[in-house]
């Protein structure tokens, strides 16, 4: 029953992102900070270690929260006729071009993975890889006339006697609420 929930870093990486939906699972956390111990119990938001969604419950989050879709396809070879798996995302709202694979200069029928589970732990990576880039460029702030507003501080404003509070007008800051960088 275990492979059907994530792989503990996975699921670390999933609740940095902001996953916090109620799971049949979560790990207790360990000293080791790659390692977690899986109990299979129902939980709700509220715990110490770290929530375990199923494969299932990451992949439908990443779809209602970024509108990013996902497939697993079967592939056969056109070289030795044997059969292989590739991942492909969609998405419509400018998180990345409309269409992504995991095997995007080869012939058709070529493919990446050997099994389904290779395939889907890939493409799941890729998701957490296009979000934590879109989460990186959400913290970058702006400073125009001094003022500086971070969306990481849900849009707080500092400046100090029309001078930004951070750059001394030179307009380069490093918000000291969220570590968001500043662009003039």
Not at 9 to 18: I, M, S
Not at 48 to 63: E, Y
Not at 126 to 143: A, H, M, N
Request: proline content about 4%; aromatic content about 14%.
């Amino acid at each position: 029953m275990t492979q059907e929930f994530l792989p503990y870093e996975r699921a670390v990486k999933l609740k940095q992102l902001g996953f916090d939906e109620p799971c049949f699972g979560y790990y207790i956390e360990l000293v080791k900070p790659v390692e977690g111990i899986l109990t299979i119990e129902k939980c709700d938001k509220n715990i110490d270690g770290c929530l375990a969604p199923t494969f299932s419950q990451a992949f439908r989050w990443f779809r209602e929260k970024y509108d990013i879709h996902y497939s697993i396809d079967r592939e056969c070879s056109q070289q030795d006729h044997k059969w292989g798996y590739n991942w492909s995302l969609y998405n419509y709202t400018g998180l990345f071009n409309e269409y992504l694979t995991s095997n995007p200069y080869a012939p058709a029928g070529e493919w990446v993975y050997e099994t389904y589970e290779e395939a889907e732990l890939a493409c799941l990576d890729k998701l957490i890889e296009i979000v934590e880039i879109s989460k990186q460029d959400e913290k970058i702030c702006t400073c125009v006339d001094g003022v500086i507003t971070c969306p990481g501080c849900d849009g707080e404003k500092e400046s100090e006697f029309g001078v930004c509070a951070g750059c001394n007008g030179n307009g380069e800051v490093t918000c000291g609420k969220c570590g968001g960088k500043s662009k003039p």
